[in-house]
């Protein structure tokens, strides 16, 4: 991996499969990280890289989406994710069919 927590970051969203999800609390135990969940949030926040790290791919444990998607507002994220066929159950990504687990 490489030296740069961020940098790492976004080579795990990138392993993140079209019409799939993870959480930042996985992809913080995936990089060794457990406790920093909030600073994956922040490396996404801060990607350079839009349009090659699918951010939008991330969301919290419960299924919820970021209310401040940094690439357009909240119903972005939706809509990029619907557009690769996750589904939702009222506002919240169905976890159990979209759930994507690093390993």
């Given amino acids: 991996m490489k030296e740069n927590f961020f940098e790492n970051v976004y080579e795990a969203v ?5 019409g799939k999800v993870t959480t930042y609390g996985e992809i913080a135990k995936f990089l060794s990280c457990p406790n920093l969940a909030r600073q994956v949030g922040w490396a996404l ?11 939008h791919r991330v969301v919290f444990r419960d299924g919820s989406l970021s209310p401040a998607f940094a690439f357009g507002g ?22 159990e069919k979209h759930f994507f687990r690093l390993t």
């Fill in 45 to 55: 926040h801060k990607n350079p890289y839009p349009g090659i790290v699918p951010c």
């Fill in 14 to 18: 990138k392993l993140i499969p079209e």
């Fill in 74 to 95: 909240d119903d972005v994220q939706k809509r990029l994710l619907k557009s690769e066929g996750v589904t939702f159950k009222e506002d919240k990504v169905d976890m």
